[in-house]
T-cell receptor, first 113, second 113 residues
């Protein structure tokens, strides 16, 4: 079956620090990969996505590269801001599974001024 | 504005008292789904609907019912809530092609005592 594993949080960083949140997946076929962000009290918003191997998704300074050889999709940002404090979810969508989304457990990021 | 709305946003109830959480989308999306979010488990799909009068079980359907009589609405029904259904619930919708972005509602925090 499909599964997504991401690093447990919380991750606490100072402003302008470098961020990495690890995500690995298990899936048959060729899934699409996503990062969603959940700000306090809100629903999930799509942050970025990649649909095939070696694609790089990017948005708002965040990046993630689809690595099929390591089945990974790690989220990175060069310089975090306090406003990036949120919960981040890695997810995959597999055409072999009716296009349903499978989520990781979420990683809470706290950025201190 | 394109959006998914849910009501109520917060609900405290007692074991066994039937309740309904409503979900509505204004994007004419074919596909709608319900998730529950629990700490460390990410989002798990409860039920989904590919179109009007077409619903199917997700990963954790036990104790829940849904209906899809109209394209825009997808209510979640708990006939006899139990404390293990205390959770944060999200409704989501997307186009039926499977390639479109999934839009999430703001969430409903349910507590069953």
């Amino acid at each position: 079956g499909n599964s997504v594993t991401q690093m447990e949080g919380p991750v606490t960083l100072s402003e302008e620090a470098f961020l990495t949140i690890n995500c690995t997946y298990t899936a048959t076929g060729y899934p699409s990969l996503f990062w969603y962000v959940q700000y306090p009290g809100e629903g999930l918003q799509l942050l970025l996505k990649a649909t095939k191997a070696d694609d790089k998704g990017s948005n708002k300074g965040f990046e993630a590269t689809y690595r099929k050889e390591t089945t990974s999709f790690h989220l990175e940002k060069g310089s975090v801001q306090v406003s990036d404090s949120a919960v981040y979810f890695c997810a995959l969508r597999n055409n072999n599974a009716g296009n349903m989304l499978t989520f990781g457990g979420g990683t809470r990021l706290m950025v201190k001024p | 504005e394109a959006q998914v709305t849910q009501n109520p946003r917060y609900l405290i109830t007692v074991t066994g008292k039937k309740l309904t959480v409503t979900c509505s989308q204004n994007m004419n999306h074919e596909y709608m789904s319900w998730y529950r979010q629990d700490p460390g488990l990410g989002l798990r799909q409860i039920y989904y609907s590919m179109n009007v009068e077409v619903t199917d079980k997700g990963d954790v359907p036990e104790g829940y019912k849904v209906s899809r009589k109209e394209k825009r609405n997808f209510p979640l029904i708990l006939e006899s809530p139990s404390p293990n259904q205390t959770s944060l619930y999200f409704c989501a919708s997307r186009t039926g092609t499977g390639k479109g972005e999934q839009y999430f509602g703001p969430g409903t925090r349910l507590t069953v005592t």
